[in-house]
């Protein structure tokens, strides 16, 4: 569930799906991709990435971690707590347990086997999706088995070291990352404004009704 500018997602019947990625742009009044998500999937104010023939969410299972290996080069000074501020929110505002667990010198976003999500920073010449206004994308991949259940097991966040120079200074960088996770998760765009998963950011920091309402929505899928 990859969800950006460009979807560069495929389908492997009956084993991995790489998700489209979804990109929060800079996003003051730039629009990028307003309808990243399934087209009436979710509910008010929050639509799912991706979604099985049945129509229930991708996400991560019920039980476990969401292990995340942070790859430093590029990341901007006190990353750390940039990092660990914004996996603790997501973490207890979904009530999936998502956990930095190292560091590595991987930056293979794209086509991302089972395994630890990938976060990093980069520019739009190694990363062409962060091109022009993009300040993020995020997505997962996924497996899905002949039955038509599925879920996350792996995935990315890639932040434009670009943007730091501009947007940084304008709002703080952490709901860039806190938006990017939600895509990780599972959570597509929202066309209401006012959620932290409205593809155009225009000061929003805090999750919103809509966005908690998703996330709650898949934490039941994954759980039910």
């Known amino acids: ?28 009044d730039v629009v990028i991709d307003p309808v990243v998500g399934v087209p009436g999937s979710g509910g008010d104010g929050w639509t799912y990435m991706a979604t099985t023939p049945r129509g229930a969410p991708i ?7 969401v292990p ?30 998502l956990e930095v667990v190292g560091e590595t010198d991987d930056r293979t976003y794209r ?21 022009g206004a993009t300040a993020g994308i995020g997505g997962s991949t996924y497996v899905q088995g002949p039955g038509g259940g599925g879920h ?6 890639v932040i ?25 998760l599972g959570l597509g765009h929202s066309d209401d404004p006012r959620q932290l998963m409205a593809p155009e950011h225009s000061g929003q920091d805090d999750l919103g009704e809509g966005d908690l309402a998703g996330l709650a929505a898949l934490r039941e899928a994954a759980c039910s």
């Open 1 to 28: 569930m990859l969800g950006t500018l460009v979807v560069v997602g495929s389908v492997i019947v009956g084993t991995v799906v790489l998700s489209p990625t979804l990109a929060l742009t800079d996003l003051r």
């Open 152 to 157: 996350s097991v792996g995935g990315m966040v």
């Open 111 to 131: 086509d991302r086997d089972a395994g630890p999500v990938l976060l990093m920073w980069a520019d739009e010449e190694e990363v062409p999706e962060l091109v």
């Open 160 to 184: 434009d070291t670009d943007v730091p120079g501009g947007f940084f200074r304008r709002t703080d960088p952490e709901p860039v990352l806190v938006h990017e996770l939600l895509h990780v």
């Open 59 to 65: 996400t991560w299972p019920c039980e476990g971690t």
């Open 68 to 97: 995340i290996e942070v790859n430093p080069q590029g990341a901007p000074e006190g990353y750390e707590g940039l990092v660990a501020s914004a996996v603790s929110r997501v973490s207890e505002a979904s009530g999936f347990a």
